[in-house]
């Protein structure tokens, strides 16, 4: 079945460091991805998204790229703050049949001053 | 605010008592969920309801029902609550075109004791 793989966390950085969330896929079709967001005690939020290949999603200075020849959806920002600190979450969302969200396992950041 | 209120937002039960879990949305969504959340192991589908008097199971159903009340509500039910079932659970909603990505309610932390 479809399923999505993300780097263990926590990642701990310096603010205004650079910041990469790797995540990859598994999928028979050609899915839409997500970055969604979870920030302490709240629910999860669409950060970003792509529906097609080499599409580039974009929020909040993260970007991320669908590759479709690796397969991946990697999470960048140039300069990350302490407020960034959250878990992250990447899906997927095979376009066959109804379309549920596949998550990943989360990946905890850990931004200090 | 629109968006997916679930109620309450805490529980403690005792092993083998009964309860209900409410899910709202205000965004005319047709399709909404349940997932639970794990340390370790991400979010997981419990069941979902593609659109106003249907339900199915996702990929750990065991232990509990659904109801689809009407286009609004969702409710969730632990007929006889478990350890196991000691979770974070999330109720979320989407529209038909899914690509757009699932809005998700603040959560509710059940522990069973």
């Known amino acids: 079945g479809d399923s999505v793989t993300q780097m263990e966390g926590p990642v701990t950085l310096s603010e205004e460091a650079f910041l990469t969330i790797n995540c990859t896929y598994t999928?028979?079709?050609?899915?839409?991805l997500f970055w969604y967001v979870q920030y302490p005690g709240e629910g999860l939020q669409l950060l970003l998204k792509?529906?097609?290949?080499?599409d580039k999603g974009s929020n909040k200075g993260f970007e991320a790229t669908y590759r479709k020849e690796t397969t991946s959806f990697h999470l960048e920002k140039g300069s990350v703050q302490v407020s960034d600190s959250a878990v992250y979450f990447c899906?997927?969302?095979?376009?066959?049949?109804?379309?549920?969200?596949?998550f990943g396992t989360g990946t905890r950041l850990l931004v200090s001053p | 605010n629109a968006g997916v209120t679930q109620t309450p937002k805490f529980q403690v039960l005792k092993t083998g008592q009964s309860m209900t879990l409410q899910c709202a949305q205000d965004?005319?969504?047709?399709?909404m969920y349940w997932y639970r959340q794990d340390p370790g192991m991400g979010l997981r589908l419990i069941y979902y309801?593609?659109?106003?008097?249907?339900?199915d199971k996702g990929e750990v159903p065991n232990g509990y029902n659904v109801s689809r009340l009407n286009k609004r509500e969702f409710s969730l039910r632990l007929e006889s609550a478990a350890p196991s079932q000691t979770s974070v659970y999330f109720c979320?909603?989407?529209?038909?075109?899914?690509?757009?990505?699932?809005?998700f309610g603040s959560g509710t932390r059940l522990t069973v004791v």
């Open positions: 792509a529906t097609k290949a080499d």
């Open positions: 999928a028979t079709g050609y899915p839409s």
């Open positions: 899906a997927l969302s095979d376009r066959r049949g109804f379309q549920k969200l596949v």
């Open positions: 979320a909603s989407s529209d038909v075109d899914r690509s757009y990505g699932y809005t």
């Open positions: 965004m005319n969504h047709n399709s």
């Open positions: 309801s593609a659109s106003e008097g249907t339900t």
